[in-house]
């Protein structure tokens, strides 16, 4: 009677785990949620947001944070803002791309190096989740947990394959928005960054994407 | 009593040289913003270090996060071993030189031979810059402060 009361125990501790655990989906359920991002970020012409960014440290046990803005424009501009710990811009806008750290500012044509064109490519994709259906990128996994969909992007290309080992977006999925996004790095730290107070199509003043 | 002031301003002031430029707590992470230039090229980010067990531990990542460098200090032997270095970097002679600069920056007390052909200054709100002259190769540390967090 004692070992039955104690299994029954194990399985009652053990259902809500169960019913918290992410869910595999099939291949059509699959294809219908990137369908459904997909359709949100074609309607999506502009987009800000406050940012929390979450670094952890392997080797020093410990933790950095660090908070900031994200503006977004269709038309290949971007502005990506670190407000605290430190200050730091980065602004994609067409084919410039603009590095500010205090003093020092770089502009960089995103012709002239192969590495930040992707990386442009890539931010602007993933953020609005666009990056999903581009196979040549990522190898796409979905599956689902609560109200979120959780993408798994395992890198294909050589220079994201040596930094990452996966990707994994959050995505609201009543908005069906990226919320949060995670880089495991291959040494096993990780970024947790969580996307809040998300506007879209509002208006965005032009000043903040420019390079010069 | 002004000769026993003099010698204990000439013995604080010995200490002071004495103590190692990029500064390391045992209970917390000592942050800097920090930018390292070879030549025309830079890496800006930030320098977490932090003494675990007795031996300095750091990372070096960008403002993104993404990684450079992971490097421990062995203050007993007096040797830096580096890890998890990014692919532009991780050549053995860039390696060499690096390991030798970190040492310098947070060894208590270089010697003339261990800053040859490198200027080490630290300011009195504690920034701290270390040019390796040989190899042209500039490091500058900037405390950060802390903010909303």
Request: overall charge positive; hydrophobic content about 40%; proline content about 1%.
């Amino acid at each position: 009677m004692k070992h039955l009361f104690k299994y029954f125990l194990l399985l009652l501790m053990m259902l809500p785990m169960a019913a918290n655990a992410q869910k595999t989906v099939t291949s059509a359920e699959q294809q219908t949620m990137v369908k459904k991002i997909e359709q949100t970020a074609s309607s999506i012409k502009s987009m800000q947001c406050t940012f929390k960014q979450e670094k952890s440290l392997k080797l020093l046990g410990d933790n950095m944070v660090s908070n900031g803005k994200m503006y977004f424009k269709q038309g290949n501009k971007l502005r990506w803002e670190y407000t605290s710990p430190y200050s730091y811009i980065f602004v994609i806008n067409g084919q410039k791309v603009m590095m500010k750290n205090g003093s020092r500012k770089d502009v960089i044509d995103v012709k002239s190096s192969k590495l930040f064109q992707e990386i442009a490519r890539i931010m602007m994709s993933s953020i609005t989740g666009k990056c999903l259906s581009d196979k040549k990128d990522f190898k796409v996994t979905m599956t689902k947990k609560d109200k979120m969909w959780i993408a798994k992007l395992v890198p294909q290309k050589k220079e994201m394959k040596a930094m990452f080992s996966a990707i994994n977006l959050m995505i609201d999925s009543e908005k069906n928005m990226v919320t949060q996004v995670s880089l495991v790095e291959k040494t096993g730290d990780t970024t947790n960054i969580q996307l809040k107070a998300i506007e879209t199509n509002g208006t965005i003043d032009e000043k903040l994407f420019a390079v010069n | 009593m002004k000769n026993c002031l003099l010698l204990i301003s000439l013995l604080f002031a010995s200490l002071a040289s004495h103590a190692q430029a990029l500064q390391y707590d045992t209970d917390s992470l000592r942050r800097y913003n920090s930018t390292i230039t070879f030549g025309k090229a830079a890496l800006t980010g930030i320098c977490l270090i932090k003494d675990v067990d007795g031996e300095v531990r750091g990372t070096i990542v960008n403002e993104f996060g993404i990684k450079a460098l992971d490097f421990a200090y062995d203050k007993r032997r007096d040797k830096v071993k580096l890890q998890n270095v990014i692919k532009f970097m991780d050549r053995w002679y860039i390696k060499k030189v690096v390991k030798a600069d970190i040492a310098t920056l947070l060894r208590t007390e270089n010697t003339e031979k261990q800053l040859r052909r490198r200027t080490l200054t630290v300011t009195p709100e504690g920034s701290v810059s270390l040019t390796n002259e040989k190899y042209n190769i500039n490091y500058t540390f900037t405390p950060l402060t802390d903010a909303t967090d």
